[in-house]
């Protein structure tokens, strides 16, 4: 598969949603945790687990 289709995925499992969608082909894995971070820091801190996986 085109690295250009992929993508990382920001999930919560306690929400059971798909938060963001983050081309790997722009951002990288550093960019990402970054990202994920700043922009749902009041998620995580409400004890919500947040992880990123791949995805096509």
């Not at 085109?2 to 963001?20: Q, S």
């Not at 994920?36 to 801190?45: E, G, Q």
């Amino acid at each position: 598969m085109p690295e250009d289709t992929r993508f990382k995925e920001v999930y919560c499992a306690n929400c059971k949603i798909v938060l963001a969608r983050y081309s790997i082909k722009y951002f990288n894995d550093a960019d990402i945790t970054e990202l994920v971070r700043i922009h749902y820091s009041l998620h995580i801190k409400e004890g919500h687990v947040v992880e990123t996986r791949l995805s096509v």
